[in-house]
Every structure is written in C-alpha cells, then in structure tokens.
C-alpha cells in the first residue's frame, strides 16, 4: 500500500527549530521529487520546500524559508526530512509532504501522492 506517514510537528515558540518527517511506504522514494507544503488557515496551499530525485538531487525553497530551512532525504529509511529553524509565526500552518515521479516543477495538483499533513504552530 502506497503512503507517507509525517511526523514532527507541533507548537513551537518564535525562534524555535522543529525536524519534521516525511516517510514513504510501498514505493521507492528514490524515483521521486518531494515537496513540502503548507496551507494556512483561509489562505491558499503554498509550496515551502522540494527535492528532486535521487540521480538530480536538486533543492528548492520558498524565498520567505531561505535560510532557515533545509530539506533533505535518507534514502536507506525512505524518508525526507524538513529542517525548520529560526521559526516565525508566519511559519504556522498544516505541512503536507507529496511526491511526484517527475520533477519539483510540477505543479501542487499533480503530485501523486499526500501526506495526511502534520500542524505547526509558532506562538509565544
């Protein structure tokens, strides 16, 4: 059976740093892009963070998490990972993490799988 399982959020105050997980289960991340997502509430779903596959290995993020956060992936444990460091209120939100077979640039709606999402709150 085909799922992502995600794990780490949680509340946080400003400044803080939360490690969230991403792991994959009836399929090999190897061959896919990863994305993090987050969605605010009333406010659209936004791409945060992605990391192409395994043979490219490229990383991308959101200008606003620049610097603060990292994304990487295990491949031996089938899971990606979200450094999220120097944490703002801005950052609160539900994180979603998908995956595509073919590549960061896809958009939101063509990931092929989701994650059920895991909450992170920033408040002090």
């Known amino acids: 059976q085909v799922q992502l399982v995600e794990s780490g959020g949680g509340l946080v105050q400003p400044g803080g740093s939360l490690r969230l997980s991403c792991a994959a289960s009836?399929?090999?991340?190897?061959?896919?892009?990863i994305g993090w997502f987050r969605q605010a509430p009333g406010k659209d779903r936004e791409g945060v963070s992605c990391?192409?596959?395994?043979?490219?290995?490229?990383?991308y993020y959101l200008e606003s998490v620049r610097g603060r956060f990292t994304i990487s992936r295990d491949n031996a444990k089938n899971t990606v990972y979200l450094q999220m460091n120097s944490l703002k209120p801005e950052d609160t939100a539900v994180y979603y993490c998908?995956?595509?077979?073919?590549?960061?640039?896809?958009?939101?709606?063509?990931?092929?799988?989701w994650g059920q999402g895991t909450q992170v709150t920033v408040s002090s």
């Open positions: 998908a995956a595509d077979l073919f590549s960061c640039s896809s958009p939101p709606e063509a990931y092929d799988y």
């Open positions: 009836g399929f090999t991340m190897d061959y896919y892009a």
């Open positions: 990391i192409s596959t395994m043979s490219d290995g490229s990383t």
